[in-house]
T-cell receptor
Framework: DTAVSQTPKYLVTQMGNDKSIKCEQN?????MYWYKQDSKKFLKIMFS???????INETVPNRFSPKSPDKAHLNLHINSLELGDSAVYFC?????????????FGSGTQLSVL | AQKVTQAQTEISVVEKEDVTLDCVYE???????LFWYKQPPSGELVFLIR??????QNEISGRYSWNFQKSTSSFNFTITASQVVDSAVYFC??????????FGAGTTVTVRA
């Protein structure tokens, strides 16, 4: 069983559309994250949830809205997609939000906005 | 603010050569953690090692070794006798009091047969 799974793996869509990426972890972790990796491979945190509560909210356009229905799931909804949203989005989880925690990553969702 | 710098963008070596990846970090916090992650061509990010700021002991794990030097704010990573399967992007990362894992820009390692 995959520890952190995210769907879809590829997402191709038109500008202006709304799309969602789903993430699930079966590790029993309390904390989940969304990271964005741009075309130069730079990774930046977007959001973090601990036990369904938002604890990190980076400077991200409010078109991006995370939702955590339970601590095993963290979804990312994106409204009014723009060309600049094209990137790979990674979901990750850790046992706790502690700075010592290692992160377990999903395999990524390649989003292409045309 | 914290910052991680990986000055080497790309490194290309022939199989069996050793390769060292540099990582320099900046933080004002006295307690922090350093990490290395590997991103193979398949795309997923895999944890390799974690080091806390109070533990400057170097570590070796198989062909991988890490050299942490607080005096120079560096946490370098060496792959000994590289293999084609080592080809990947390697990220150094830092986590301190803001609880955010900050990544360096990554170093792409290509090992040629």
């Amino acid at each position: 069983d995959t520890a952190v799974s995210q769907t879809p793996k590829y997402l191709v869509t038109q500008m202006g559309n709304d799309k969602s990426i789903k993430c699930e972890q079966n590790l029993g972790h309390d904390t989940m994250y969304w990271y964005k990796q741009d075309s130069k491979k730079f990774l930046k945190i977007m959001f973090s949830y601990n036990n369904k509560e938002l604890i990190i909210n980076e400077t991200v356009p409010n078109r991006f809205s995370p939702k955590s229905p339970d601590k095993a799931h963290l979804n990312l909804h994106i409204n009014s997609l723009e060309l600049g949203d094209s990137a790979v989005y990674f979901c990750a989880s850790s046992r706790s939000p502690g700075k010592y925690e290692k992160l377990f990553f999903g395999s990524g969702t390649q989003l292409s906005v045309l | 603010a914290q910052k991680v710098t990986q000055a080497q963008t790309e490194i290309s070596v022939v199989e069996k050569e050793d390769v060292t990846l540099d990582c320099v970090y900046e933080t004002r916090d006295t307690t922090y953690y350093l990490f290395w992650y590997k991103q193979p061509p398949s795309g997923e990010l895999v944890f390799l090692i974690r080091r806390n700021s109070f533990d400057e002991q170097n570590e070796i794990s198989g062909r991988y070794s890490w050299n942490f030097q607080k005096s120079t704010s560096s946490f370098n990573f060496t792959i000994t006798a590289s293999q084609v399967v080592d080809s990947a992007v390697y990220f150094c990362a830092l986590s301190s009091n803001d609880y955010k894992l900050s990544f360096g820009a990554g170093t792409t390692v290509t090992v040629r047969a």
